[in-house]
């Protein structure tokens, strides 16, 4: 893939951050309007046509915007875990102090699902080592425009039948930090507990808001290793 200079790297943030909230193609003049930098939208414009040229953006036929592609997702997502932002502290109290209050390993396996969830918009998922899964959100698939994709949900009863084995060949390459998988249903996840036999994760679309779900994943994990 081409390398981006500062600048496309910008777009392309403000065009997937956007993308993420609507659902809908983004044009260069929203774009120019969020920059932190002042540039006109006929720059922008360039700078999309040559993400379009690169493979980073689409244009759908009915639109004049683009909407990232998988290879678009993946340099943002890159971008994002170099900055390795975290939760707010406020976020992190909220959290702490909620799972100090509860004792039962089960119920925290249930509520970090949830947690999850609430936090990400999408399915919290955690399989403990004896492959027993908690799941929270699911009744939020219907309210996503991509729950109307065949391909998406495929995917995702995919990855939901049999998570066990969906998770074996994520968990080999994991380094203890969050990773992401990324397909029609896209996957954050990271291991934990002892010798991180334990997996917890999001499952939802590949629009899925990763500036919150990062986190979120990274947070609750710790969470979980020092209960």
């Known amino acids: 893939m081409t390398k981006l200079n500062a600048r496309q790297k910008q777009?392309?943030?403000?065009v997937v951050e956007e993308y993420v909230k609507h659902s809908e193609p983004v044009g260069?003049?929203?774009?120019a309007e969020m920059l932190p930098f002042s540039v006109s939208s006929a720059t922008i414009r360039g700078d999309m046509a040559e993400l379009t040229d690169s493979g980073y953006l689409v244009q759908p036929h009915t639109s004049a915007g683009r909407i990232p592609t998988e290879a678009g997702?993946?340099?943002?997502?890159?971008?994002m875990m170099k900055e390795h932002k975290e939760l707010s502290l406020r976020q992190q109290e909220v959290?702490?102090?909620h799972?100090?209050?509860l004792k039962n390993l089960q119920e925290r396996f249930k509520e970090a699902a949830r947690m999850l969830s609430e936090l990400s918009g999408s399915v919290g998922l955690l399989m403990d080592d004896a492959n027993q899964v908690y799941m929270s959100g699911l009744s939020k698939l219907p309210q996503l425009p991509e729950f109307r994709d065949e391909e998406f949900g495929a995917d995702f009863m995919e990855m939901l039948e049999n998570p066990a084995e969906s998770f074996r060949s994520i968990m080999k390459q994991t380094t203890g930090q969050p990773q992401v998988v990324l397909g029609k249903a896209s996957m954050v996840v990271t291991k934990f507990g002892p010798g991180g036999r334990q997996v917890i994760s999001v499952i939802g679309p590949m629009r899925m808001h990763y500036g919150k779900t990062l986190p979120a994943v990274e947070y609750i994990a710790k969470l979980l290793n020092n209960k």
Do not use: H, M, N
């Open 73 to 79: 997702f993946k340099e943002y997502i890159e971008t």
């Open 11 to 14: 777009v392309l943030k403000g």
């Open 99 to 101: 799972f100090k209050r």
């Open 95 to 97: 959290l702490s102090a």
């Open 28 to 31: 260069s003049a929203r774009v």
